[in-house]
């Protein structure tokens, strides 16, 4: 099970990555954050708008130096069969992040996201920092469709917190003030947020 504040577990198994099926593990993407996103099952319903929401905001992701990875446990081939099928008819063609393979479903297993009885994962988020400590956990029910432009905000958040030394109140923003993790410092935030 991932635990906030831990690191993540390790993985290295079949992806797609420019088209072509290779072997990825996690420290292939070392001095990056990550976003691991976990999906239900390719040639579905909510996944293709989910990943298609991710492929538009890669250059926001790619900006901030985070690795972007979509997990499901299908094989590469049916990942790359996906990939090759338009958008218009449910298709994820166009899409660039790695599509990784977790047809035994260890990886969702011990990201604590495997739904046994359905036998896909749920809809998890797990937003790692550079050293693979997880920083942010999510996970939605196989129904509910996810908003990707709050995983952004969440990774910029984490860099502030990373270089500013301060924490992000609520609804916290990239070029909006963060605070001192101290009672001075919420005082301080709420007298200036007035």
Same mark, same amino acid.
């Given at each position: 099970?991932?635990? &906030?504040?831990?690191q993540a ?7 797609i ?27 579905t319903?909510v996944?293709p ?13 790619a900006?901030?130096?985070t690795?972007?990875?979509? &997990?499901?446990?299908d094989s590469p ?6 990939l ?7 298709? &994820?063609?166009? &899409? ?11 990886l ?9 009885a ?6 998890g ?15 939605n029910?196989l ?7 709050e ?10 917190v990373?270089t ?5 109140p ?12 101290t009672q ?6 709420f007298?200036?947020?007035?």
């Amino acid at each position: 099970m991932v635990i &906030i504040g831990q690191q993540a577990p390790a993985f290295s198994c079949d992806a797609i990555v420019n088209n072509q099926i290779k072997h990825v593990s996690l420290a292939d993407f070392s001095n990056q954050y990550k976003l691991l996103f976990f999906y239900p099952l390719n040639f579905t319903f909510v996944c293709p708008t989910e990943l298609h929401a991710l492929q538009k905001h890669l250059p926001a992701f790619a900006a901030r130096n985070t690795a972007v990875m979509a &997990i499901s446990v299908d094989s590469p081939y049916s990942h790359l069969a996906w990939l090759n099928t338009p958008k218009t008819t449910g298709g &994820i063609a166009g &899409i660039t992040f790695p599509l990784i393979a977790d047809i035994n479903k260890e990886l969702a297993r011990s990201y604590g996201v495997l739904n046994e009885a359905a036998g896909v994962a749920l809809r998890g988020v797990f937003l790692l920092d550079k050293n693979n400590v997880v920083q942010h956990a999510s996970i939605n029910n196989l129904a509910l469709g996810r908003n990707v432009e709050e995983f952004v905000r969440l990774v910029d958040a984490l860099k502030h917190v990373e270089t500013a030394g301060e924490v992000c109140p609520a609804g916290w923003q990239e070029g909006k003030k963060g605070m001192k993790p101290t009672q001075e410092g919420l005082k301080t935030y709420f007298g200036a947020a007035q």
